[in-house]
Nanobody, 115 residues
């Protein structure tokens, strides 16, 4: 099982990034997918989640209207489009897959928002 995140980097406030998470080794289309983030000294928090078929999406209040989670089950990939980025969005972003008690994590990708 592998979840490989990409697309992180350094961006100025107000900028955009698109994170990708490529999945392999499990039946991606059956899993709910999520993005979490963890800033230095803080607990990991759920940022956005999408149901297996893509119909249901949820966001933490701090990113509503700025971030969009999506998935392509044909490509076994989940995305996080991040717009209007703020310095407080700086964190390591992790991809997560869940199906009942089964849970898989990616290694994380760093997002830094700074001028």
């Amino acid at each position: 099982v592998q979840l490989v995140e990409s697309g992180g980097g350094l961006v100025q406030p107000g900028g955009s990034l698109r994170l990708s998470c490529a999945a392999s080794g499990f039946t991606f289309s059956r899993y709910g997918m999520s993005w979490y983030r963890q800033a230095p000294g803080k607990e990991r928090e759920l940022v956005a989640a999408i149901a297996s078929a893509g119909g249901s999406r949820n966001y933490v209040d701090s990113v509503k209207g700025r971030f969009t989670i999506s998935r392509d089950n044909a490509k076994n990939t989940v995305y996080l489009q991040m717009n209007s980025l703020k310095p407080e969005d700086t964190a390591v972003y992790y991809c997560h897959a869940r199906l009942y008690s089964l849970s898989h994590w990616g290694q994380g990708t760093q997002v830094t928002v700074s001028s």
